[in-house]
């Protein structure tokens, strides 16, 4: 019989669920990777987070086939090892669409209508009416990576009439923003942009694209929104640009260290608002990744190349 070692817990509902579907397979749930260790010569599927996959577990995995990575991020991901095996990696992109887009354009009205400084004003009891608010509507929205969460972003973004831009890697038109640009064309249309947002992954591409020359090329009203990868700023010249009023305020849910220690600057910058990588919660999480895993385990079970969420190992994406 297959077995199926997971170190990703589901409710007992889903478990159950799985072993209805598919009695040949043979699923065992463990907490974590050490506990897990002693069926890893057996296992011809591995279902994690990701963050507990190196090469010394492939070495002990000598019969695994298929990793499914129960979330986007793959920064931990031995790609060359599972390239090396022809041990196939699929993950749960897409699953984080509706909550990230819920929580982008959260924040978005947020800033716009300055929620922020009313909660603060109700905290001092003040009455104060000359806040001065704005409309979404006629403001641009520029975002960095146009898949499923960007598409997702971009389509609400529309519902209030903002004009929206994508950055992606080629600048291949994506039908839900007005323009599209290449990530090489970013300095282009960043002077552009009332709000900056990026849900990018972590790649060597990315790391430390934004820089101070980026935040400088920014209005001085704009916005930036971090909902990606920490790792796209550099910290120094983020803060660098906001106190010297190259743009208005960041946004920030992910971060190069996570948990952001406690002595970290960006704690006491007022013009920093500070998010500890939530934006992708949702209670539909575990459901919709389940079905994921399950479509792509009737695939592989008939030998189907077609798999959801797929990744090319050369890219890491």
């Known amino acids: 019989m297959t077995i199926v070692l997971s170190t990703f817990m589901p409710d007992k509902v889903f478990r159950e669920q799985l072993s209805e579907l598919f009695p040949e397979f043979h699923f065992l749930f463990f907490e974590n990777m050490e506990e897990a260790k002693g069926v890893l010569p057996e296992t011809e599927i591995l279902v994690t987070y990701g963050e507990d996959v190196n090469k010394d577990i492939l070495d002990q995995a000598s019969e695994l086939k298929w990793i499914m990575v129960f979330s986007a991020g793959l920064e931990k991901i031995p790609f060359k090892e599972l390239k090396r095996r022809g041990i196939l990696l699929t993950n749960a992109r897409g699953i984080h669409k509706i909550p990230m887009a819920e929580f982008a354009i959260g924040l978005l009205l947020m800033h716009a209508k300055q929620f922020l400084v009313f909660s603060k004003q109700q905290e001092e009891h003040l009455w104060n009416k000359r806040v001065p608010t704005k409309e979404l509507l006629g403001e641009t929205l520029l975002v960095l990576g146009t898949g499923a969460i960007g598409r997702e972003i971009a389509r ?17 038109p994506i039908q839900e923003f007005d323009e599209t640009y290449s990530l090489s064309e970013l300095n282009q249309v960043l002077p552009e942009a009332d709000y900056v947002l990026s849900i990018l992954p972590s790649t060597k591409d990315t790391i430390g ?10 209005k001085e009203s704009a916005v930036f929104i971090n909902l990606g990868r920490g790792d796209c700023i550099v910290e120094e010249d983020l803060l660098n640009a906001l106190e010297k009023g190259e743009f208005s305020h960041a946004y920030l849910d992910v971060f190069s260290e996570e948990p952001l220690r406690k002595e970290h600057p960006f704690w006491t ?23 994921i895993f399950i479509d792509n385990l009737k695939r592989y079970i008939t030998g189907r190349e077609d798999m959801i969420n797929l990744i090319d190992l050369d890219r890491g994406y």
């Open 156 to 172: 609400y973004a529309k519902f209030f009439g903002m004009k929206t831009i994508g950055i992606n890697r080629n600048a291949r």
């Open 209 to 218: 694209i934004f820089t101070l020359e980026q935040f400088m090329l920014m």
């Open 269 to 291: 910058c007022n013009r920093i608002t500070i998010t500890p990588h939530v934006s992708a919660r949702s209670s539909m999480y575990v459901s919709r990744g389940m079905d």
